[in-house]
């Protein structure tokens, strides 16, 4: 018997009585059983509704039906919503998803599961590969204490070394080259041997000309000496158009993840509260842009800033991310506590 059916047994005619309440609700929404409203869908996929009316709009991902104003979504449409939704947030582009088969969707997470797998640092946030020239950047990285703020794959002792080759290393996207005078010729020696690799230029000391040739070619140079995080800031910066296309943008918790950070923060001036607060803030941010960016289409003078914008964004929120992974990892593994130099008391406090 179907919901809202009921059979008259105490009657002399047997037949069939209808719910009234039944017949209005299918009336008024006639597809409530087997669809989803576009606001369920928000609410299930994590989507806000103003972004999928401009997917509808920009890549002509319809719901399945209309009735009157209200949008219906099937379930075959909500899960690949949820696919779509997962894809972007491991970095890819709605416009590169959106028009994928089932199939294709499902290849597609199977393959950024396996990469997420094969390297779990990158999973987690995609640090820029950088290489070190120099044997006084060396010594000033061994001062340092380890971050994942940038990867360190390669290390030559000077500009000889680098261009040796039995001295092969990893490739990196970032060359920190660290030389006693600036020379516009040996960061083209650097270069022809790196080609793929974005080279920022450490100098003790340097001509006027040799300055201006920089300055011409928009060569990144810094003044030597160095504190380690302006090399780390400046790797990061140079290093962008490869931690976006590494999947940079991609994100290190999930909103349940940040929901059970937060509620768990014991501290009482609650940095975790406040640090999860400021991803989701971001996190909005970042939406409201996309957007954006979809509002004006691709060809559109404004979709280029805007999608610059958005890879922005995600930048910022990596580093929220990154700081909220080390307040989290220092509250579950504090460091042990350093022993006392004073000299043990006995019951009276009186040293032995």
Not at 182 to 204: G, M
Request: aromatic share 6%.
């Amino acid at each position: 018997m179907f919901k809202g059916v009921y059979r008259l047994d105490n009657s002399s005619k047997r037949g069939i009585f209808v719910n009234p309440l039944y017949l209005y609700n299918k009336m008024a929404n006639p597809l409530a059983d087997d669809f989803y409203r576009i606001g369920s869908v928000a609410a299930l996929t994590g989507i806000a509704v103003e972004r999928l009316r401009a997917w509808e709009r920009r890549h002509d991902f319809s719901p399945a039906h209309k009735h009157g104003r209200t949008r219906f979504y099937s379930a075959q449409q909500l899960e690949k919503l949820k696919k779509i939704k997962h894809l972007i947030d491991r970095g890819q582009t709605v416009s590169s998803v959106i028009h994928l088969s089932e199939q294709q969707l499902n290849q597609r997470l199977s393959e950024s599961s396996a990469r997420a797998v094969d390297s779990p640092k990158a999973a987690a946030l995609t640090a820029p590969l950088v290489g070190l020239v120099g044997a006084n950047l060396l010594h000033l990285e061994q001062r340092q204490e380890p971050t994942d703020r940038i990867d360190v794959v390669a290390r030559w002792a000077n500009l000889d070394a680098l261009l040796d080759p039995s001295q092969q290393q990893q490739l990196p996207q970032v060359l920190v080259l660290q030389m006693p005078v600036l020379s516009t010729q040996d960061i083209a020696k650097a270069q022809q041997h790196l080609p793929d690799s974005k080279i920022i230029t450490a100098y003790q000391f340097a001509t006027a000309a040799e300055l201006s040739r920089c300055q011409a070619a928009d060569t990144p140079v810094l003044k030597w000496p160095l504190d380690w995080r302006e090399i780390e800031f400046t790797c990061l910066e140079e290093s962008k158009k490869y931690i976006k296309s590494a999947g940079y943008a991609q994100r290190r918790f999930s909103d349940e993840e940040l929901i059970a950070l937060a509620v768990s923060d014991t501290d009482p001036n609650q940095p975790t509260q406040h640090l999860v607060e400021a991803v989701h803030q971001i996190n909005a941010l970042s939406a409201y842009l996309q957007t954006c960016a979809e509002e004006h289409g691709s060809g559109a003078i404004a979709h280029g800033p805007l999608d610059e914008a958005c890879s922005d964004a995600a930048y910022a929120r990596a580093y929220l991310e990154s700081a909220l992974h080390t307040i989290t990892a220092t509250a579950e593994n504090p460091p042990p506590q350093q022993a006392s130099n004073r000299p043990p008391s006995g019951p009276s406090g009186l040293a032995h």
